[in-house]
T-cell receptor, first 111, second 109 residues
Framework: NAGVTQTPKFRILKIGQSMTLQCTQD?????MYWYRQDPGMGLKLIYYSVGAGITDKGEVPNGYNVSRSTTEDFPLRLELAAPSQTSVYFC??????????FGAGTRLSVL | KQEVTQIPAALSVPEGENLVLNCSFTDSAIYNLQWFRQDPGKGLTSLLL?????REQTSGRLNASLDKSSGRSTLYIAASQPGDSATYLCAVNGNQFYFGTGTSLTVIP
């Protein structure tokens, strides 16, 4: 069991570029989440999904998009990168509202 | 909007001490509360999950309590070890998940 796998681990973007952060889980969890963590801060929920084909906004969704075409995958899309999106991004999954399992994170810098 | 606060922000204790970390939240309409551990540069690891109907959960040297009516949870760590050094975060699950900013714990050998 790999758990929750995030790629890439590190990325540097220029302002205005686009990219997709990948997240895959092999635990057959129905719930998946994307968070961002800024230095010295707690995690803030960007988007979440309760099952394939169903997504909903979290606390800080602006500038991001998601899709959930399969149970396993939950990619996060940044369309026009801005310096304010410099952060560490974490993907997580859970069975319903149970224990959340986290990936190792993607460290993104927008310059 | 749910506000989650963790006090203290940082804590340094000698090895072997028992300690308590605090988490408070403003909206008591929650499904559950989770405590996580985060090591520097790493992801989060779930330590304990307490359902809203429960008062406490235990795992090894860790004990978490929940008082939903007063909006408080505590994480008790017994006989602390240097390997316990990490940041501890609580997360409240209501209509969404809200995290506190964490307590950075250092256990001095």
């Amino acid at each position: 069991n790999a758990g929750v796998t995030q790629t890439p681990k590190f990325r540097i973007l220029k302002i205005g570029q686009s990219m997709t952060l990948q997240c895959t889980q092999d635990m057959n969890h129905n719930y998946m989440y994307w968070y961002r963590q800024d230095p010295g801060m707690g995690l803030k929920l960007i988007y979440y999904s309760v099952g394939a084909g169903i997504t909903d906004k979290g606390e800080v969704p602006n500038g991001y998009n998601v899709s959930r075409s399969t149970t396993e995958d939950f990619p996060l899309r940044l369309e026009l990168a801005a310096p304010s999106q410099t952060s560490v991004y974490f993907c997580a999954s859970s069975y319903s509202t149970g224990i959340q399992y986290f990936g190792a994170g993607t460290r993104l810098s927008v310059l | 909007k749910q506000e989650v606060t963790q006090i203290p922000a940082a804590l340094s204790v000698p090895e072997g001490e028992n300690l308590v970390l605090n988490c408070s939240f403003t909206d008591s309409a929650i499904y559950n509360l989770q405590w996580f551990r985060q090591d520097p540069g790493k992801g989060l690891t779930s330590l304990l999950l307490i359902q809203s109907s429960q008062r406490e959960q235990t795992s090894g040297r860790l004990n978490a309590s929940l008082d939903k009516s007063s909006g408080r949870s505590t994480l008790y760590i017994a006989a602390s070890q240097p390997g316990d050094s990490a940041t501890y975060l609580c997360a409240v699950n209501g209509n969404q998940f809200y995290f506190g900013t964490g307590t950075s714990l250092t256990v001095i050998p």
